[in-house]
C-alpha cells in the first residue's frame, strides 16, 4: 500500500454557478442576503463535493478560486482576495469533508485569480503542495 504522501499527488477542480462577490459588493448587502449566500455557497460547494465523491485530503493543501466574469471590465484583485466568498467556499470544504479544517496546518495557501468567460462561475481547484 502507497504512503500517505504517495497516495496524496492528486488535484480536484470542480466549477460552481455563483458570481465571485467582492468585498465591496459584500458590505453593500443587507444582513439577510450575506447569509442566505453565504448558505447557498457552502451548500453549492458540499453538493458537489458529495455528487462527485471527493476523497478527503489527509496532508496540507493548496486552494486556488478562480473567479470568471462575463464583462471585460478590470478589477481590482485585493478586492476578491478575502472575504464572504472565500470563507464560505472553505467552510463548504469543511462540511462536504474535503479538508480537515481551513486553518494553516491544513490549507497552506490560498491563491485567487481573475478571469474573463462567458458565463459567471467561480472555479475551486484544491491539490498537494510539493515539498
Same mark, same amino acid.
Given at each position: 500500500?502507497?504512503?500517505?504522501?504517495?497516495?496524496?499527488?492528486?488535484?480536484?477542480?470542480?466549477?460552481?454557478?455563483?458570481?465571485?462577490?467582492?468585498?465591496?459588493?459584500? *458590505?453593500?448587502? *443587507?444582513?439577510?442576503?450575506?447569509?442566505?449566500? /453565504? =448558505?447557498?455557497?457552502?451548500?453549492?460547494?458540499?453538493a458537489t463535493c458529495?455528487?462527485? =465523491?471527493?476523497?478527503?485530503? *489527509?496532508?496540507?493543501? #493548496?486552494?486556488?478560486?478562480? &473567479?470568471?466574469? =462575463?464583462?471585460?471590465?478590470?478589477?481590482? $484583485?485585493?478586492?476578491?482576495? &478575502? &472575504?464572504?466568498?472565500?470563507?464560505?467556499?472553505?467552510? &463548504?470544504?469543511v462540511d462536504a469533508? $474535503?479538508? +480537515?479544517?481551513?486553518? +494553516?496546518?491544513?490549507?497552506e495557501y490560498i491563491?485567487? =485569480?481573475?478571469?474573463?468567460? +462567458?458565463?459567471?462561475? @467561480?472555479?475551486? +481547484?484544491? #491539490?498537494? @503542495? #510539493? /515539498?
Open positions: 500500500m502507497p504512503s500517505e504522501s504517495e497516495s496524496e499527488q492528486r488535484v480536484i477542480c470542480f466549477d460552481i454557478p455563483q458570481v465571485l462577490l467582492s468585498m465591496n459588493q459584500w *458590505h453593500d448587502l *443587507h444582513w439577510s442576503k450575506k447569509a442566505s449566500y /453565504k =448558505k447557498q455557497v457552502e451548500t453549492l460547494v458540499w458529495k455528487a462527485n =465523491k471527493f476523497e478527503k485530503f *489527509h496532508v496540507p493543501v #493548496g486552494i486556488q478560486i478562480t &473567479g470568471y466574469f =462575463k464583462s471585460k471590465r478590470r478589477r481590482d $484583485i485585493d478586492n476578491y482576495s &478575502g &472575504g464572504s466568498t472565500v470563507k464560505a467556499i472553505l467552510d &463548504g470544504l469533508n $474535503i479538508i +480537515t479544517d481551513d486553518n +494553516t496546518k491544513y490549507v491563491k485567487i =485569480k481573475l478571469e474573463q468567460d +462567458t458565463v459567471n462561475k @467561480i472555479r475551486v +481547484t484544491i #491539490g498537494v @503542495i #510539493g /515539498k
